[in-house]
């Protein structure tokens, strides 16, 4: 199994420019979500899925879009990036509400 | 909001010390949880305890879950050079909820 995998591992963005981040994973887990995490401030939730076609908004859901058409992959996608989107993001998933989450590796992602 | 939050921030032992992290938070939770990143890495779960256990072992790791005071600890004994990471614990928000939230984190570093 590869677990959670993340592209790209790093990525420099103009502001105003979009993109997705990408995250999949191999294990048949029915909840993923994403996180930032940012220096001093630990990890915010973004948004998070319980299961295919289901997404919901976490802490810090402004200027992110996601969306969940099949159990493997949750994209991430930025609309129109700012500097305030420089962070490490990081994707998880696990089996269930409340289970252990296994994360990738992260996206370093610098907004200029 | 945080609704866990790790102390010490930062903590400096030399190796073959036990090292003692604490995480408080502030409402009922299902469980709680202890996660390592190494510097750069993505999180790695170390261990899950329910609301309803007090204490929980994984090799050097013992976790402790005082839930009348809303508090935790993981103790790490006969710290190695390889223990050095971030440590945080994550909570739900009871019943209800499908979100984790982490803390900002315990920064241990373990002198060789």
């Known amino acids: 199994n590869a677990g959670v995998t993340q592209t790209p591992k790093f990525q420099v963005l103009k502001t105003g420019q979009s993109m997705t981040l990408q995250c999949a994973q191999d294990?048949?887990?029915?909840?993923m979500s994403w996180y930032r995490q940012d220096p001093g401030m630990g990890l915010r939730l973004i948004h998070y899925?319980?299961?295919?076609?289901?997404?919901d908004q976490g802490e810090v859901p402004n200027g992110y879009n996601v969306s969940r058409s099949t159990t493997e992959d949750f994209p991430l996608r930025l609309l129109s990036a700012a500097p305030s989107q420089t962070s490490v993001y990081f994707c998880?998933?696990?089996?269930?509400?409340?289970?252990?989450?296994?994360f990738g590796p992260g996206t370093r992602l610098t907004v200029t | 909001s945080q609704q866990g939050e790790e102390d010490p921030q930062a903590l400096s032992i030399q190796e073959g010390e036990n090292a003692t992290m604490n995480c408080s938070y502030k409402?009922?939770?299902?469980?709680l949880q202890w996660y390592r990143q190494n510097s750069g890495r993505g999180l790695v779960h170390l261990i899950l305890?329910?609301?309803?256990?007090r204490e929980k072992h994984s090799g050097r790791l013992r976790v402790t879950l005082d839930t009348s005071k809303k508090s935790s600890s993981l103790l790490i004994t006969a710290s190695r050079a390889a223990d050095t990471a971030s440590y945080f614990c994550?909570?739900?928000?009871?019943?209800?909820?499908?979100?984790?939230?982490f803390g900002k984190g315990t920064k241990l570093s373990v002198i060789p």
């Open positions: 998880a998933s696990s089996l269930a509400k409340f289970y252990e989450q296994y």
């Open positions: 294990m048949n887990h029915e909840y």
């Open positions: 899925s319980v299961g295919a076609g289901i997404t």
């Open positions: 409402t009922s939770i299902n469980n």
């Open positions: 305890i329910r609301s309803n256990e």
């Open positions: 994550a909570t739900d928000s009871g019943a209800g909820s499908y979100q984790l939230t």
